[in-house]
């Protein structure tokens, strides 16, 4: 079992930058990749971005491509979503997602593990 809590979610205005955490603790952290997704009210899950166990691959939504840049600590059990340039479109849930395989997944289904979220709002 992995336990994930996200962090570094707030209120920011339009063009404003926040730094999101997604911590791991319990089963190893050793081969698993890793994903963010977020929610809006009334829409449905929607991936953001995604690192492979070595990070050497990354994956991003083409919403959030150029602005947001997802990383990992694997010393740290910890990734990271890097966002700037925020708009208000980005206000949304944001959840940290592991999936036991090495590999990147766009599909919410592919991962095993989430964290309980947590609220991004950019304001206009």
């Known amino acids: 079992q992995v336990q994930l809590v996200e962090s570094g979610g707030g209120l920011v205005q339009a063009g404003g930058s926040l730094r999101l955490s997604c911590a791991a603790s319990?089963?190893?952290?050793?081969?698993?990749?890793m994903g963010w997704f977020r929610q809006a009210p009334g829409k449905e899950r929607e991936f953001v971005a995604a690192?492979?166990?070595?990070?050497?691959?990354?994956y991003y939504a083409d919403s959030v491509k150029g602005r947001f840049t997802i990383s990992r600590d694997n010393a740290k059990n910890t990734v990271y979503l890097q966002m700037n340039s925020l708009k208000p479109e980005d206000t949304a849930v944001y959840y940290c997602a592991a999936r036991r395989n090495t590999m990147t997944a766009i599909t919410p289904g592919r991962y095993d593990y989430w964290g309980q979220g947590t609220q991004v709002a950019v304001s206009s």
């Open positions: 319990g089963r190893t952290f050793s081969g698993y990749a």
């Open positions: 690192i492979s166990w070595s990070g050497g691959t990354t």
